[in-house]
T-cell receptor, first 112, second 115 residues
Framework: SQELEQSPQSLIVQEGKNLTINCTSSKTLYGLYWYKQKYGEGLIFLMMLQKGGEEKSHEKITAKLDEKKQQSSLHITASQPSHAGIYLCGAERGGSQGNLIFGKGTKLSVKP | DSGVTQTPKHLITATGQRVTLRCSPRSGDLSVYWYQQSLDQGLQFLIQYYNGEERAKGNILERFSAQQFPDLHSELNLSSLELGDSALYFC??????????????FGPGTRLLVL
């Protein structure tokens, strides 16, 4: 079955620093989603990537999809305390089913 | 606010009991998904409904069932509860059938604690 592996598992950065979170799939990706979750709360949709090479940005967050590597990266520029939380990548399972599988998440802490 | 509502927010019950979790999708969304999030298993897909019909099943136990009503709200029924069922249960909705890469919007979740 398809699995998503996220790295690193946790990250502590100083405010103002850049950071990157990776999500690697064991199988071909049919759409890759990035969500942010505050502890114990709901998931907030960030971005969806559909095609290899696609890159999307929202405010200071940029996500890219490398189809050949079956990998996506999420990059945050000039991190702020408001960026703290758990970042989850999700992918559609198998292309024929719509339900999402998720990585275990990357916990980001930003020190002021 | 995603537009997806879930009730109750918190639920504390005893082993062996039965509970019902409720979800109202975003206006216009026909698909509803249920997910379970626990510390050891992470976020896992349980079941999906589209316009009242079951469309896909994931890691859903036989003790769990769900349905989607004509007004498109959905309920997840958990019975014969065990300690291991303690988790966050999320509902998500999207406009159409997934596979068309429609974004799923998540509700705030119901935190279930089984004592």
């Amino acid at each position: 079955s398809q699995e998503l592996e996220q790295s690193p598992q946790s990250l502590i950065v100083q405010e103002g620093k850049n950071l990157t979170i990776n999500c690697t799939s064991s199988k071909t990706l049919y759409g890759l989603y990035w969500y942010k979750q505050k502890y114990g709360e709901g998931l907030i949709f960030l971005m969806m990537l559909q095609k290899g090479g696609e890159e999307k940005s929202h405010e200071k967050i940029t996500a890219k999809l490398d189809e050949k590597k079956q990998q996506s990266s999420l990059h945050i520029t000039a991190s702020q305390p408001s960026h703290a939380g758990i970042y989850l990548c999700g992918a559609e399972r198998g292309g024929s089913q719509g339900n999402l599988i998720f990585g275990k998440g990357t916990k980001l802490s930003v020190k002021p | 606010d995603s537009g997806v509502t879930q009730t109750p927010k918190h639920l504390i019950t005893a082993t062996g009991q039965r509970v019902t979790l409720r979800c109202s999708p975003r206006s216009g969304d026909l698909s509803v998904y249920w997910y379970q999030q626990s510390l050891d298993q992470g976020l896992q897909f349980l079941i999906q409904y589209y316009n009242g019909e079951e469309r896909a099943k994931g890691n859903i136990l036989e003790r769990f069932s769900a349905q989607q009503f004509p007004d498109l709200h959905s309920e997840l029924n958990l019975s014969s509860l065990e300690l291991g069922d303690s988790a966050l249960y999320f509902c998500a909705s999207s406009v159409a059938l997934a596979g068309s890469q429609e974004t799923q919007y998540f509700g705030p979740g119901t935190r279930l604690l089984v004592l």
